[in-house]
């Protein structure tokens, strides 16, 4: 009886043993990354009372340095901001106000002051005045001529007191050849022409406030660049540079072509500047 109340207890207390070694058993060290902004935190493997956990400090997050992530855009020309595109066929075959501004609204005029319409003409800016929606001769030349249009319609409009107030609309316009130019490849690959050559110059640059470049830029009729302009910069000489040439550089386009199927000049805008500003 006794024998047996002995061999009992060492099964018991041996199965105490072996059951508090397994819940404290040691956790074993794992390699864990924590991937932020395309920087890798390894995280401190501390232990207390015997067991393991992680630890990613504050101290680590604060040592990140992020990249700049920069956005990249090409887009047509105009000086007068928003504007509607018209080619230049329809735009010289128009006689009137509403064959240039689609769904012009005619109905709310009840008579006319004048119709302005200019244009810059190296470096001058042209206008001519017409009585109402006709087009003037005048005007349909300065058609023939223009890269891109304001029109300034001082017109009349009846109240519902049916009184006469004098109101005026604008119309900026940006004429674009009827097969506009485009980079050989599309415009995705475009894009990555142009981060592949500049996105990692600019970023080594670290500056700490990241203002936005404006370059102008012609397509001429051989698919070259040319009168390539800095409208606005990084501020920086060697950056700046960089972005010139990284135009002058860039592989060939396929040129614009007018309505008689000849190829033609077209102008563009580059942005470069920093997402979310």
């Known amino acids: ?35 932020t902004s395309s920087v890798s935190i390894q995280p401190k493997i501390n232990q207390h009372n ?27 020309f105009s000086n007068n901001g928003f504007f509607r595109p018209i080619t230049q066929q329809k735009l010289i075959q128009a ?27 190296k470096g ?14 005048e005007q349909k030349e300065l058609f023939k001529n223009a890269s891109d249009i304001l029109i300034n319609v001082h017109y009349q ?17 940006i004429i674009t050849p009827e097969k506009q130019a485009e980079f050989i490849g599309g415009y995705d690959k475009m894009i990555d022409y142009l981060k592949e050559n500049s996105m990692m110059k600019i ?5 700490k406030y990241l203002p936005e470049a404006t370059i102008t830029f012609v397509i001429n009729e051989k698919g070259d660049a040319e009168n390539i ?6 501020l920086d000489k060697e950056i700046d540079t960089m972005l010139i ?23 563009f805008v580059l942005d470069i500047g920093q997402n979310g500003c």
């Not at 990140?64 to 887009?75: A, G, K, M, T």
């Not at 990284?246 to 199927?261: D, E, H, R, T, V």
Request: proline share 3%; glycine share 4%; charged share 20%.
């Open 124 to 137: 001058t800016e042209v206008s001519v005045t017409g009585v109402d929606a006709t087009l003037t001769k």
């Open 157 to 173: 409009k009846e109240n519902y007191n049916n009184e006469i107030q004098n109101r005026q609309m604008n119309f900026s316009l």
């Open 203 to 207: 970023q080594a640059k670290n500056f």
């Open 245 to 267: 040439s990284l135009i002058a550089n860039m592989p060939n386009w396929s040129p614009a072509k007018n309505s008689q199927g000849e190829t033609i000049k077209q102008k």
């Open 95 to 121: 006689e009137s106000i509403s064959d240039v501004i689609e769904n012009y609204p005619s109905s709310w005029i009840k008579d006319y002051n004048s119709v302005v319409v200019s244009t810059t003409l």
């Open 1 to 35: 009886m006794q024998t047996r109340s002995l061999i009992f207890s060492i099964l018991i207390a041996t199965i105490g043993i072996i059951t508090f070694a397994f819940i404290n058993k040691p956790i074993k060290s794992q390699s864990v990354t924590y991937e």
């Open 229 to 234: 302009q800095l409208d606005s910069s990084y």
């Open 50 to 76: 015997g067991r393991e956990y992680f630890d990613v400090g504050i101290s680590e997050l604060n040592n990140i340095s992020i990249e700049q992530e920069l956005f990249y855009n090409v887009r047509g």
